[in-house]
T-cell receptor, first 114, second 119 residues
Framework: AQSVTQLGSHVSVSEGALVLLRCNYS??????LFWYVQYPNQGLQLLLK??????LVKGINGFEAEFKKSETSFHLTKPSAHMSDAAEYFC????????????FGAGTQVVVTP | GAVVSQHPSRVICKSGTSVKIECRSL??????MFWYRQFPKKSLMLMAT?????????EQGVEKDKFLINHASLTLSTLTVTSAHPEDSSFYIC???????????????FGPGTRLTVL
């Protein structure tokens, strides 16, 4: 079984500042970890994912995340926020034995201020 | 890249009627699709796993007689909300799993979602 906890339902950042979204997971099997972004009334867009290999994963739009097994974390970062980054972000986990069957975190709403 | 479509994008219906939502994989065959439900300002909840040619597997707490899933072909899964009530109003999102390809691996693609409003 898998579960995900996202710390902070709302995050406000200034344009140009660091974006940090926290995600911790639990999994009884090796996890596959994902970050998705959702804009209002739209579906999900994949930002990045970790399956195996390098623990620092780079995604689209300048985002990256690091898988830390010892901390059971998969935090998402972006060095410099852009106004277009304002959206809802979801961390998700899937087991290697149940690919595609995602457990999502509660989501973090990102607001970017000028 | 692979695309998953949903139809309709929005539907408004009267209480007591049934609504069918389609999920299609447009450029690949999906043996497995998933249906999620998202309440306003909430996360996505997995409802069921749809397997081509066999019965869907429902998550605990999801009424299978209420939410009928049919995966009749490798590119189409349908979710029918039967005898809809206002509490069924939600955003329904499907996803499709592209089978393992050499050098590519499994990929998961989400549809754009269907907004259901039951009056």
């Amino acid at each position: 079984a898998q579960s995900v906890t996202q710390l902070g339902s709302h995050v406000s950042v200034s344009e140009g500042a660091l974006v940090l979204l926290r995600c911790n997971y639990s999994s009884s099997v090796p996890p596959y970890l994902f970050w998705y972004v959702q804009y209002p009334n739209q579906g999900l867009q994949l930002l990045l994912k970790y399956t195996t290999g390098a623990t620092l994963v780079k995604g689209i739009n300048g985002f990256e995340a690091e898988f830390k097994k010892s901390e059971t974390s998969f935090h998402l970062t972006k060095p410099s926020a852009h106004m277009s980054d304002a959206a809802e972000y979801f961390c998700a986990v899937s087991g290697a034995d149940s690919w595609g069957k995602f457990q999502f975190g509660a989501g973090t709403q990102v607001v970017v201020t000028p | 890249g692979a695309v998953v479509s949903q139809h309709p994008s929005r539907v408004i219906c009267k209480s007591g009627t049934s609504v069918k939502i389609e999920c299609r994989s447009l450029d690949f065959q999906a043996t497995t699709m998933f249906w999620y439900r998202q309440f306003p300002k909430k996360s996505l909840m997995l409802m069921a796993t749809s397997n081509e040619g066999s019965k869907a597997t429902y998550e605990q707490g999801v009424e299978k007689d209420k939410f009928l899933i049919n995966h009749a072909s490798l590119t189409l899964s349908t979710l029918t909300v039967t005898s809809a009530h206002p509490e069924d109003s939600s955003f329904y999102i499907c996803s499709a799993r592209r089978p393992l390809l050499a050098g590519v691996g499994n990929e998961q693609f989400f549809g754009p979602g269907t907004r259901l409003t039951v009056l």
